[in-house]
């Protein structure tokens, strides 16, 4: 597809149109009336936001179809539905029937967007990483170094987690950021050192998913920011999930 005029605005609102009627078809399938609650308009802008992160990604990374369409699956499963199955376990939210609905719907827009991100929006020129290649630099990477320090940084986002989320939620009412972490490691119905390593499970999975942009990006520092930019503007849309579920 062409990555320049209106082509550049009409692919991702394209891809965001897919998103929500992959999804609002999904629940309609299993749910008749929690589709008629859900907001198409909501689904639609997520997915806008979804297409325009992706896209830099697409653009920029010299990875086959194949590659492509496996690792957005697992970007897009790791920090959607199974971050928001640890976080829900975490806040000690019911697993209810409506959850799980919505989480299905998820799982299988997370699918169908992948496959047509690399179809609907522009590849580089170059397409040379395969899903071998890139196995062979995971295994290169990860050595007994590597996994250490992995382990480190998902215990950092653990505590980065705990003190932000402190920080920020008002409905704690401790004046210290400490005590606010505190109030969040002690609400049921699991224990601190479940919390903490619930949060250590999902920061080392999101570092794991991570890592072949750091393994296998091979254009020039600016292009590196213009894709860490836009998988943060994805990370941010991940990190929403009441709003995103129930909407």
Same mark, same amino acid.
């Given at each position: 597809?062409?990555?320049?005029?209106?082509? =550049?605005?009409? %692919?991702?609102?394209?891809?965001?149109?897919?998103?929500?009627?992959? =999804?609002?078809?999904?629940?309609?399938?299993? *749910?008749?009336?929690?589709?008629?609650?859900? *907001?198409?308009?909501? #689904?639609?802008?997520?997915?806008?936001? !979804?297409?325009?992160?992706?896209?830099?990604?697409?653009?920029?990374?010299?990875? /086959?179809?194949?590659?492509?369409?496996?690792? &957005?699956?697992?970007?897009? !499963?790791?920090?959607?539905?199974?971050?928001? !199955?640890?976080?829900?376990?975490?806040?000690?939210?019911?697993?209810?029937?409506?959850?799980?609905?919505?989480?299905? %719907?998820?799982?299988?827009?997370?699918? $169908? $967007?992948?496959?047509?991100?690399?179809?609907?929006?522009?590849?580089?020129? #170059?397409?040379?990483?395969?899903?071998?290649?890139?196995?062979?630099?995971? =295994? /290169?990477?990860?050595?007994?170094?590597?996994?250490? /320090?992995?382990?480190?940084?998902?215990?950092?986002?653990?505590?980065? &987690?705990?003190?932000?989320?402190?920080?920020? *939620?008002?409905?704690?009412?401790?004046?210290?950021?400490?005590?606010?972490?505190?109030?969040?490691?002690?609400?049921?119905?699991?224990? %601190?050192?479940?919390?903490?390593?619930?949060?250590?499970? #999902?920061?080392?999975?999101?570092?794991?998913?991570?890592?072949?942009?750091?393994?296998?990006?091979?254009?020039? =520092?600016?292009?590196?920011? $213009?894709?860490?930019?836009? !998988?943060?503007?994805?990370?941010?849309?991940?990190?929403?999930?009441?709003?995103?579920?129930? %909407?």
């Amino acid at each position: 597809m062409s990555s320049s005029g209106i082509w =550049k605005y009409i %692919a991702p609102t394209s891809l965001g149109a897919a998103y929500a009627i992959t =999804k609002m078809l999904s629940i309609r399938a299993l *749910d008749p009336e929690l589709a008629i609650a859900q *907001d198409f308009t909501y #689904q639609f802008l997520a997915g806008i936001l !979804l297409g325009f992160a992706l896209r830099p990604v697409t653009s920029q990374i010299y990875w /086959k179809r194949t590659t492509s369409i496996i690792f &957005f699956s697992l970007f897009l !499963l790791i920090l959607g539905p199974i971050g928001q !199955l640890l976080r829900q376990r975490i806040w000690g939210i019911t697993f209810d029937e409506t959850f799980w609905l919505l989480l299905f %719907a998820e799982i299988v827009a997370a699918f $169908v $967007v992948s496959i047509l991100a690399s179809i609907i929006l522009p590849v580089a020129h #170059q397409q040379t990483i395969s899903p071998g290649l890139l196995l062979r630099r995971y =295994k /290169k990477e990860l050595s007994p170094s590597g996994i250490l /320090k992995m382990f480190g940084c998902a215990l950092l986002y653990a505590f980065s &987690f705990l003190i932000f989320q402190s920080i920020f *939620d008002e409905s704690f009412v401790s004046p210290s950021w400490i005590g606010r972490s505190q109030e969040l490691l002690s609400l049921p119905p699991i224990s %601190a050192q479940e919390k903490i390593l619930l949060l250590w499970l #999902q920061g080392f999975l999101n570092i794991l998913i991570m890592l072949p942009l750091f393994i296998v990006f091979l254009r020039e =520092k600016v292009e590196l920011i $213009v894709v860490f930019g836009s !998988l943060s503007l994805l990370w941010q849309f991940s990190h929403r999930p009441l709003q995103i579920f129930n %909407a």
